[in-house]
């Protein structure tokens, strides 16, 4: 079982700044690769962005490359979303998932965390 916590979520002027952060606990955290995804009102939850369980590879959605970054810390099981240039449509609730491989669909993620809102004012 792994039980994940995010946080870092705000609202923000487009063009800021915000750091999500999702702990994870459990001694397994390092075996899992790790997903952000977001829901907005009314739409489905889509993929955000993944990492490796090293951290080695990434891989993100189109619309937030170049913006947002991904990334982990195995030693404080803690996975990251660094999100730059904030537009208003990235407004959403964001969510982490752990899974036992690279994948784009929330289909495949076993643990997930609560949510953390993210709104952008324009």
């Known amino acids: 079982q792994v039980q994940l916590v995010e946080s870092g979520g705000g609202l923000v002027q487009a063009g800021g700044s915000l750091r999500l952060s999702c702990a994870a606990s459990?001694?397994?955290?390092?075996?899992?690769?790790m997903g952000w995804f977001r829901q907005a009102p009314g739409k489905e939850r889509e993929f955000v962005a993944t990492i490796t369980r090293t951290g080695a590879y990434t891989y993100y959605t189109d619309s937030v490359k170049g913006r947002f970054t991904i990334s982990r810390d195995n030693a404080k099981n803690t996975v990251y979303l660094q999100m730059n240039s904030l537009k208003p449509e990235d407004t959403a609730a964001y969510y982490c998932a752990a899974a036992n491989g690279i994948y784009y669909s929330s289909r495949y993620y076993d643990y997930w965390g609560q949510g953390t809102q993210v709104t952008v004012s324009s």
């Open positions: 459990g001694r397994t955290f390092s075996s899992y690769s």
